[in-house]
């Protein structure tokens, strides 16, 4: 194939602008055989850009952003053109081809695998110059891309790292509360039982003054090991050894079970206690037990977080394949900047009264976790000064 450019006449079109967005100046590689056509050329790009002439064709395995050709080059180095396409990919780098040979039958399929654009000789420089520039901006777009593309890999895998992280960092949290929890139910229960062995006289007779304070040293026991086995309750939900034994529990019994739990503190506090519009059919899908700390938990707070004279009210309803309890209290609420927080393990939104009454901050973590657990999930409604409502949802049990 011969190959030869003749200057063309001035263009009578103004040239496009050079190209812009790349960081550094664009290199063009030109693998043109007859001298007069390299130096032509090279006069007419070198003022945009920084132009290869004198290359060998060596200088495709090196840096370039398009590479302009002659049919006679070309001929010659297919191959190597096309490998380094293939090397480049998914980066695009474009080749020109500068030819004589007129007409759309040369541009065979076998010709667009290493070329992407072709210019025909006479040369007119508006011509040349636009498709340079167009091939150019297409070569800094792919750039862009495999810059942005790079970019996104590497935060999706610093978001990967940090998120291994952080669970890393809880399992081991989960771990030492696990351990931690058990490390401590030990001696608490042997002051337990040393306590118990000197109330049954079993070491010689006791005042009336030394049973009492044994008495206070029991109660403060039994209210730590409560504590610490909330923990290690808490601990094994976030390990996920916490097994649910589901089966389809009716709700009527279960909630009635739940309120005569409270019924006691609920009395001496001077609460209206009741249960309405559970029909004894209904039933969820539920591990009985859970279930039942749940509703413990979720009452004692509304008996707890409630004025004297106040209610709670524990009610039913359906709603599509679910069953909804809800505890409703008319107590002193929870301000709607902390409702989201409660569920937080350790949280405690009453400090002031949870000090004197009795808490860890976990039994809504934990109860939501074992909502989740069974397939249901725990929410809360609150108005301060108003009241709460907690609302259970579980799936309901199959008819
Ligand atoms: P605890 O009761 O042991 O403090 P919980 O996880 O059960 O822990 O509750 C977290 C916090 O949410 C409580 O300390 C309290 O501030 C708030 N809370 C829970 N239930 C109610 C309620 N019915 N009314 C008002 N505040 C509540």
């Given at each position: ?248 529990v009716?709700?009527?019994?279960a ?29 969820a899908?539920a591990d009985a037990d859970k279930l039942r700390q749940i509703l ?78 069974m ?19 579980l ?5």
């Open positions: 194939m011969s190959t030869e450019i003749q200057a063309a006449p001035e263009p009578q079109v103004a040239a496009p602008a050079p190209s812009t967005g790349s960081r550094r100046p664009s290199r063009i590689l030109l693998l043109l055989e007859q001298r007069q056509n390299r130096s032509l050329l090279e006069a007419e790009l070198a003022g945009r850009h920084q132009v290869i002439a004198e290359a060998d064709e060596r200088a495709l395995d090196g840096e370039f952003d398009l590479c302009i050709i002659d049919g006679t080059s070309l001929d010659r180095l297919r191959e190597r053109v096309q490998g380094r396409k293939e090397q480049e990919k998914p980066t695009f780098l474009p080749v020109l081809l500068v030819t004589t040979r007129p007409g759309a039958r040369m541009i065979t399929r076998h010709l667009w695998r290493s070329v992407d654009e072709l210019i025909i000789a006479p040369i007119e420089r508006a011509e040349l110059v636009a498709r340079v520039e167009v091939l150019l901006r297409a070569r800094a777009l792919s750039l862009e891309l495999r810059d942005k593309a790079a970019e996104l890999e590497a935060t999706a895998l610093l978001l990967v790292e940090r998120t291994a992280a952080a669970e890393e960092a809880n399992r081991a949290k989960t771990q030492f509360l696990a351990t931690m929890s058990h490390e401590l139910r030990t001696p608490l229960n042997a002051i337990g039982g040393y306590v118990e062995l000197l109330e049954m006289e079993v070491r010689g007779s006791i005042t009336d003054l030394q049973r009492s304070d044994l008495a206070r040293i029991r109660a403060n026991q039994r209210h730590l090991l409560g504590l610490i086995n909330e923990v290690l309750n808490y601990a094994k939900l976030g390990t996920g050894t916490v097994e649910f034994d589901v089966s389809d009716p709700l009527g019994e909630l009635t079970a739940a309120e005569a739990l409270v019924a006691p503190q609920a009395a001496s506090k001077g609460l209206t206690l009741r249960v309405a519009g559970c029909p004894p059919e209904i039933a899908r413990a938990n979720l009452l004692s707070n509304a008996v707890k977080f409630t004025e004297a004279g106040g209610q709670v009210e524990i009610t039913c309803a359906l709603e599509k394949e679910r069953v909804l309890v809800r505890v409703r209290d008319t107590g002193m609420g929870i301000p709607a900047d902390k409702l989201d927080m409660i569920f937080d393990p350790f949280v405690q939104v009453h400090s002031d009264l949870t000090r004197t009454a009795e808490g860890t901050g976990l039994g809504l973590a934990i109860s939501r976790d074992l909502a989740l657990g397939g249901g999930d725990l929410t809360a409604a609150s108005m301060p000064g108003v009241g709460s409502v907690f609302t259970l949802a799936p309901l049990a199959s008819a």
